[in-house]
């Protein structure tokens, strides 16, 4: 294992030694947007009041040229914007600081040289998974090629890790989470597929478990085939209190898992061998976890979860006595990559395509499914009572968050969105494939 440590004050040091105490994931009001999806995780910004309507000419509070290729999303918190970018062949990866008020560049900070980057398929970008941020620190992952913790203010490098093996076959995408005093990444590629528990504080592995299915399917010769598509996932974890167990939710290439975060202990888990490339972070409410299963012949499944030691096929018709089993599950419409919405018993998804679809979260039934346009890799946003989505065109259609279609406006600006929105006080931070944006009434 290799950590490289440097060196900080004795204050800071006071500090790291506190934050070894167990703690509650729990964020600070100061931090808008702390994460991939939210506060919260699930892409809702409570309270928020973002604009209904913007273009290049109204409602563009300031835009600023972000250098690289990245689709991870900003993250925000005291002021300030923190981004992760890269030099399109792979070679430098960089974190940007933002102010958040005026778009301007605070600092530009290289953190890794990689001298021989793996492939990453044009789609994708070096740059994918998002940071996440407290009040005091900064985690940016770039998967593999490196991870490293800073401090929020000065960007000192307070620890880094280069030594995690994965081969990621057409780019990484997983983004970490903050777990108490963990810091939580999903590691699932063509070689090897893992969960990995971080000491926040000294970077130190608290504990690293092997994902318990994998593709396995015999090819002509009799033996495993090892086709690096089946076998890799992009899903975001998300921690959740089920039954008044804290559970490690985690989507790899053949099963959704729930661990024990404290220890990496696999509690249970939904086989669905037939997909892969899982991209979304699960969602849950009403008793019940929402996930859709990635590409192939993807489904949404609504999960309720299960007891210690329990294994479920997800393509089972029945679920037999276990108390692991499928609510209701959907093949029409499905996202791939942009993850769920929910809302008031209302789950909202857009497929890659653009048809966008509004099921009963109780009982499956589809209220509606519309085609608003556009290809969409970008994850929706729930503000207001309005469900916002961005296309990779650059187009922003806002629609109703109810159980009638109702389409509220359609923007367009910038040069497509492949990055996921992020919002602060009343206004929207959008990344598009070159520019910074924040919109605001």
């Given at each position: ?21 167990p703690a509650t994931p729990a964020y600070s009001a100061a ?224 099963a959704t898992y729930a661990y024990l975060p404290a220890t ?37 499944l609504a999960i309720r979860p299960g007891k210690k030691g ?132």
């Amino acid at each position: 294992m290799l950590i490289r440590m440097h060196t900080f004050p004795v204050a800071a040091r006071f500090l790291a030694l506190l934050a070894l105490l167990p703690a509650t994931p729990a964020y600070s009001a100061a931090l808008d947007w702390p994460q991939y999806r939210g506060p919260h995780g699930d892409g809702s910004a409570r309270g928020s009041q973002p604009p209904v309507e913007w273009s290049e000419s109204k409602n563009v509070r300031w835009s600023t040229p972000i250098p690289g290729k990245g689709w991870a999303s900003p993250v925000i918190g005291r002021g300030r914007i923190w981004i992760a970018t890269a030099t399109e062949d792979g070679r430098e990866l960089s974190v940007l600081t933002l102010d958040a008020a005026s778009g301007a560049v605070q600092r530009t900070q290289k953190l890794f040289d990689v001298a021989a980057p793996q492939f990453c398929h044009k789609f994708n970008s070096y740059a994918s998974p998002t940071p996440v941020l407290e009040p005091d620190r900064v985690y940016v992952t770039f998967g593999s090629p490196g991870t490293a913790a800073l401090d929020a203010d000065s960007g000192q490098v307070l620890w880094e890790r280069r030594d995690f093996e994965c081969n990621h076959y057409r780019g990484a995408g997983s983004s970490p989470i903050l777990h108490g005093n963990l810091l939580i990444m999903n590691f699932d590629g063509s070689d090897h597929q893992y969960v990995v528990a971080l000491d926040k504080t000294t970077g130190k592995t608290a504990w690293q478990v092997q994902r318990s299915i994998d593709f396995k399917d015999l090819g002509p010769d009799g033996k495993p085939m090892t086709e690096g598509d089946f076998r890799k996932a992009f899903s975001t974890p998300h921690v959740a209190d089920i039954d008044g167990v804290p559970t490690l939710l985690s989507q790899g290439a053949k099963a959704t898992y729930a661990y024990l975060p404290a220890t990496g202990e696999e509690l249970w888990r939904v086989e669905e061998r037939g997909n892969h490339s899982a991209s979304t972070r699960p969602v849950l409410g009403l008793g019940m976890v929402f996930i859709p299963t990635g590409f192939s012949q993807g489904q949404l499944l609504a999960i309720r979860p299960g007891k210690k030691g329990e294994v479920l096929d997800a393509n089972a018709e029945t679920a037999g006595s276990t108390q692991l089993q499928i609510a209701w599950r959907s093949k029409r419409s499905v996202p791939k990559k942009p993850s769920l919405i929910l809302h008031e018993g209302l789950l909202f998804g857009i497929e890659d395509g653009g048809v966008a679809t509004c099921w009963d979260a109780r009982t499956g039934e589809t209220l509606w499914n519309e085609r608003i346009g556009g290809n969409h890799s970008a994850s929706p946003l729930l503000a207001a009572g309005r469900i916002y989505f961005f296309t990779e065109e650059g187009k922003g259609v806002v629609v109703a968050a109810s159980r009638e279609f109702k389409r509220l406006a359609e923007n367009t600006l910038g040069d497509g969105f492949m990055a996921s929105p992020s919002v602060t006080g009343n206004a929207l931070v959008l990344r598009s494939r070159t520019h910074l944006y924040r919109i605001e009434d």
